[in-house]
């Protein structure tokens, strides 16, 4: 199938479309989005065991589900970069600039794949919002448990911070905090 240019929406240059190389661009565009989606599925279960350990009270173990996150974390950066990849050709062959965002490709791109394409867009969309959400209840739930930690700690030894206010508005030890006379 012959070439065909196309001239770029904001009048720079023109760019080569090979409709016979779509598909197969297409093709492989898609198959690095499965390999991100499946990434960020596994990262939502590891974020997901990590707040059940937490709210389990099993702390233990979180030392060990947050090293397994930043493991997942740089799993999704490599397939991440490796979809990058993948997108120039797909982008290219559909007549568009190599820095296409994907919703630009699914615009362009023909039957079935546009389609196919979608539902990926879609799907990283969720998958990106879900984690987003997890990862601050994550946050919220492992700041909460320091606070107790810090709480029950200052019992024993006094507050760490102060946790009072004076007149002046400064802030000040709370002296009836400690569990224990520490003044012998």
């Known amino acids: 199938m012959p070439q065909v240019s196309h001239r770029r929406a904001d009048g720079q240059g023109v760019i080569a479309l090979d409709p016979a190389l779509a598909p197969a661009a297409c093709a492989q565009l ?13 990262l939502a279960y590891r974020v997901e065991v990590q707040r059940a350990l937490v709210e389990t009270g099993r702390a233990s173990w979180v030392a060990r589900a947050t090293r397994e996150i930043d493991d997942l974390l740089e799993q999704v950066r490599t397939a991440e970069l490796l979809r990058a990849v993948d997108t120039e050709p797909a982008a290219r062959a559909l007549g568009l600039p190599s820095d296409a965002s994907l919703g630009e490709i699914v615009s362009a791109a023909p039957e079935p794949w546009d389609h196919l394409l979608t539902e990926h867009r879609i799907a990283l969309l969720e998958a990106t919002r879900d984690l987003t959400e997890s990862a601050a209840a994550n946050r919220e739930l492992l700041s909460a448990g320091a606070r107790a930690v810090e709480d029950v700690l200052a019992q024993f030894t006094g507050p760490r911070t102060a946790t009072t206010y004076s007149a002046t508005g400064t802030t000040e030890p709370d002296p009836t905090r400690r569990l224990f006379d520490q003044s012998s």
Not at 30 to 42: F, G, K, Q
């Open 30 to 42: 898609s198959d690095a989005l499965w390999r991100v989606r499946d990434v960020l599925e596994l």
